[in-house]
């Protein structure tokens, strides 16, 4: 598996991704569902954006996500290894 920092260098997205791959590998590895670390990647997510940057700021950025969803923005094909 490659490593997004050997792609970007120290871009902090890619270093941040990289990791959260990471942990969803190490999860997938012990067993746990693809489905069980995705609510808890978006709770973990959630929770940090609303203590960041407040409530309605996180309602805001949800209620944009549906339109980016149904345009397949977050539709990959990523390769299971």
């Known amino acids: 598996m490659y490593s997004f920092e050997e792609l970007e260098g120290d871009n902090p997205s890619l270093k941040a991704l990289d990791l959260i791959l990471a942990a969803w590998d190490e999860g997938a590895d012990t067993g746990v569902a693809p489905e069980q670390m995705?609510?808890?990647a978006l709770f973990t997510a959630l929770t940090d954006l609303v203590s960041i940057y407040g409530e309605e700021a996180v309602v805001k950025l949800t209620r944009g996500l549906e339109q980016r969803i149904d345009s397949g923005e977050f539709t990959?094909?990523?390769r299971h290894q």
């Open 76 to 78: 990959l094909k990523r």
């Open 38 to 40: 995705a609510y808890a």
